[in-house]
């Protein structure tokens, strides 16, 4: 979504990852002028799906650019409440889909009756906005929220290659040979 609003033209995200000129932005938007309808909510499981959102919000900027009269790739005069709506559907899936996930563990004893924690971590944990709702998801389910600090709330990309360096250090599931592997972007 910030590529499709070209944050990096906007003069106060030029230099921020996407998720965080999202963040930005959406503080000072209104997240009420936009609804975006929420993915998955005729399945009754613990999966997330974001590609049907980002589509209605394609969608709802190309609606906003010919109504501005102005060209893919220049800055929305509406970017602001944009971002916030979008920040706001992508919590409340995470949140509604998280405590889907809290209730099957509780129903099936996969989580201790009392002391159960959620941890989030990665990108997304590193979204105040998110993590006041996941925060509040918490308290009202009694479960602790465990969220490393912003600044190690990185990509989960390195998380994955940081456990594969510890894994090579530790002589584990590694190989020495990388004949016959084929590689994919996928």
Known sequence: VARRLSLRKHPECHSMAGGKAIE???QTGNQELLTFRLPMQHYQNCNFSFSG????VYNAITQKEKEEGIQEGEILSCLKDV?????HAVAVHLIQRTYRAMLFCIQNSILPSKN?????????ASNQYIRKGLQNLADANDF?????????????GVMIAWNGIERLRAGL??????????YEPR
């Open 173 to 182: 599931g590694v190989l020495h040979s990388t004949d016959g592997i084929r």
């Open 144 to 156: 602790a929220l465990l969220c490393p600090p912003p600044r190690l709330c990185t990509d989960n």
């Open 53 to 56: 959102l980002q589509n209605l």
């Open 24 to 26: 930005h932005l959406a």
């Open 116 to 124: 159960a924690t959620l941890v989030v971590s990665g990108g997304v």
């Open 83 to 87: 971002a916030a709506a979008v920040q």
